[in-house]
């Protein structure tokens, strides 16, 4: 038993150095929703209301915007990089989470391969490098699951790891409902019943007092994210679910962990039966019930919306490989199942070859690429290094005095308000409004062009110059244009 939990200490440690060592060598920075976060919170450290009205300003979530005014506390300008850190390190937390959620309901086998499977998601390792609130979210979850495990004696502390997550995302909240209906009856007296009932109240009671307070609305999240839905031109409406379901979980944990998920889950529910296997029953069965209300609903349907089952469907791909192992030693059940599984790796070690060898576009689809994920870092360091480069010199910065700074639309504004320090009407985006002077950027690569400048659909006219802007400077991924009243030039200030 001392040698098992020797193991598994190291394997965390090892999990948490991984983590420290991708986010010292492959610097990356936040995605857009995450740098409007730290914006937000230092609004609050300067005294003022989070912009959450912004124009195709993200859904906020309460906890990440107090998340980002402490790091900016803490770090100043280095809070992007340091939010990175901690996105990172909640990866390592959510794998190590999955493996002690596998190996309690499963066993240390199953665990460890759940474990696996999570750990080569390139969508959850993307999400960790570009400072997502899905990563604390799931590390909270995941550890809430942990305990719930354990029993009824440990459901108040879940619960208050599922209230912080409700912080982060709405999807907690069905989870505190579950929780509190499978512990409430042998929850240990009425304090505990109390907490219980109050846990499952309070991070949507929050939510919406937070709207209430900056925004006047206690449902302005809901609306708002409908209403940009709506303006982005993305797929919404309970039709566009069942495609999507499939396609997202596919590209979230690939095709074969899904298949061996589904036949984990059915030798589960035979097996060790419904009440043994209920938490991850509950994150798989919560987390699909949530991606079709946002179907119900009308808001975005997106991959980040299914996160929470494909961490279970791990689980149970874990068990189906695996779960022979929690078997009697010379059982003729486990001999069988141990073949079967030998037989499946087999196969699937022979298939990922294959494709690999003879069909490369195609295992893109299927087999997990740590290519895939080191290209995207780079890239987004590089548009990162070229965004802030550009807006570094001193000619861009002397002519910011002509008017506000314009990118082709919202996709970049939060990283250009960061990087210098200015309000809402000081950067805007074309798509929303034109402006006669001022300091416009320009993305100039190929990828950054179709990834940025043409971002749901913008207008072509919004990524060429406006009569009357002369270039001032450029970097490889971003050109700065400018118009000072009726000259091209302005005296240029420090």
């Known amino acids: ?196 009932a109050l846990g499952v109240l309070a991070a949507p009671v929050l939510w919406a007092l937070v709207d209430v307070v900056s925004t006047g609305d206690p449902l302005h999240s809901l609306n708002a994210t409908s209403a940009l839905a709506d303006d982005l031109g993305r797929e919404q409406g309970l039709a566009a679910v069942p495609g999507a379901f499939v396609s997202f979980v596919g590209a979230t944990v690939r095709p074969p962990v899904f298949l061996l998920a589904l036949v984990g889950g059915w030798l589960a529910v035979r097996g060790p039966g419904v009440g043994a296997v209920r938490v991850p029953l509950a994150l798989a069965l919560a987390g699909i019930v949530t991606f079709v209300g946002t179907g119900v609903l009308g808001l975005s349907i997106l991959p980040r919306y299914l996160t929470v089952p494909s961490i279970a469907f791990c689980l149970f791909a874990g068990y189906a490989l695996a779960g022979f192992t929690t078997l009697a030693p010379r059982s003729a059940a486990r001999r069988r199942w141990a073949r079967a599984a030998a037989g499946v790796v087999a196969i699937g070690a022979v298939a990922t070859v294959a494709l690999l060898v003879l069909a490369p576009g195609l295992s893109r689809g299927v087999v997990p690429s740590p290519g895939r994920v080191s290209e995207e870092l780079r890239f987004i360091r590089a548009t990162h290094d070229g965004l802030v480069g550009v807006l570094d010199r001193r000619a861009v910065r002397g002519r910011l005095r002509c008017g506000p700074l314009t990118l082709p639309n919202y996709r970049l504004v939060p990283d250009a308000r960061w990087a210098l320090d200015l309000p809402r009407e000081r950067v805007t985006a074309r798509s929303a409004r034109r402006r006669p002077q001022g300091v416009a950027l320009f993305l100039i690569s190929r990828k950054g062009l179709r990834r940025y400048g043409f971002a749901d659909g913008a207008s072509p006219t919004t990524n060429v110059p406006d009569p009357g802007f002369a270039p001032v400077e450029r970097t490889r991924e971003v050109a700065a244009f400018a118009r000072c009243g009726d000259r091209r030039d302005a005296p240029i200030t420090e």
Not at 14 to 36: E, H, I
Not at 151 to 173: C, D, I, N, Q, T
């Open 1 to 196: 038993m001392r040698f098992a939990r020797g193991v598994e200490l190291a394997g965390a440690g090892a999990a948490v150095l991984a983590a420290l060592l991708v986010w010292a060598l492959a610097p990356t920075y936040p995605n857009y929703d995450s740098y409007y976060h730290l914006v937000w919170g230092r609004e609050l450290l300067d005294g003022l209301t989070p912009t959450f009205e912004a124009y195709a300003a993200p859904t906020k979530h309460p906890l990440y915007v107090a998340v980002g005014a402490v790091l900016g506390a803490l770090f100043g300008t280095g809070a992007d990089r340091a939010l990175v850190a901690l996105c990172l390190l909640s990866h390592a937390t959510l794998v190590v989470g999955a493996y002690r959620l596998g190996a309690a309901v499963f066993g240390r086998w199953s665990g460890v391969l759940g474990a696996l499977f999570v750990a080569s998601s390139a969508s959850f390792l993307l999400y960790a490098a570009r400072g997502y609130v899905d990563m604390p979210f799931l590390a909270l979850v995941v550890w809430a699951g942990v305990l719930a495990a354990a029993g009824s004696a440990a459901a108040v502390p879940a619960m208050a790891l599922l209230v912080l997550a409700g912080l982060l995302r709405p999807e907690a909240w069905v989870l505190a409902g579950l929780l509190w209906a499978g512990t409430v009856r042998s929850a240990r007296g009425r304090r505990d019943r109390v907490l219980l």
